[in-house]
C-alpha cells in the first residue's frame, strides 16, 4: 500500500469516516476504485488524471487500486475521491523533479 488517508462521506445526515487507502502496482496504466463508490466517484479519476497533467505533475503509468472503507457503506460525491486521490503519489506532489 502506497498511503493511507482518512475522508469522509454522508448517510442521510450522519457523517462517516472513510479511510481512503491507495495502492500503485506494475501493470497496465489503469485506475479501478473499490468499496462501493457512486457513478461520481469513479469518473473523478479522469478529471483528476488531467488536473495532475494541466498542473505539471506526472500521474503514475501504473496500476492504481483506489480502496474506499468500509466496503458496505456507498460513498457518494466527487469530494471524497478529489481528497484521497492526491495520496496516490505523495512523492510527485513534492519532489521538484517530477514535474514535466
Same mark, same amino acid.
Do not use: C, W, Y
Given at each position: 500500500?502506497?498511503? =493511507?488517508?482518512?475522508? @469522509?462521506?454522508l448517510?442521510?445526515?450522519?457523517? *462517516?469516516?472513510?479511510?481512503?487507502?491507495?495502492?500503485?502496482a506494475?501493470?497496465l496504466p489503469? &485506475?479501478? &476504485?473499490?468499496?462501493?463508490?457512486?457513478?461520481?466517484?469513479?469518473?473523478?479519476s479522469?478529471?483528476?488524471?488531467?488536473?495532475?497533467?494541466?498542473s505539471?505533475?506526472?500521474h503514475?503509468q501504473?496500476?492504481v &487500486?483506489?480502496?474506499?472503507?468500509?466496503? @458496505?457503506? =456507498?460513498?457518494? @460525491?466527487?469530494?471524497s *475521491?478529489?481528497?484521497s =486521490?492526491?495520496?496516490?503519489?505523495?512523492? &510527485?506532489r513534492?519532489?521538484?523533479?517530477?514535474?514535466?
Amino acid at each position: 500500500m502506497l498511503a =493511507r488517508v482518512r475522508s @469522509g462521506a454522508l448517510r442521510g445526515i450522519d457523517a *462517516i469516516i472513510v479511510d481512503v487507502e491507495v495502492d500503485v502496482a506494475s501493470g497496465l496504466p489503469h &485506475t479501478t &476504485t473499490v468499496g462501493l463508490p457512486d457513478g461520481a466517484v469513479r469518473e473523478a479519476s479522469d478529471r483528476i488524471r488531467a488536473a495532475l497533467r494541466n498542473s505539471g505533475f506526472k500521474h503514475p503509468q501504473k496500476r492504481v &487500486t483506489v480502496n474506499l472503507a468500509p466496503a @458496505g457503506v =456507498r460513498k457518494e @460525491g466527487a469530494a471524497s *475521491i478529489f481528497r484521497s =486521490r492526491s495520496a496516490s503519489s505523495p512523492r &510527485t506532489r513534492m519532489d521538484p523533479d517530477s514535474r514535466s
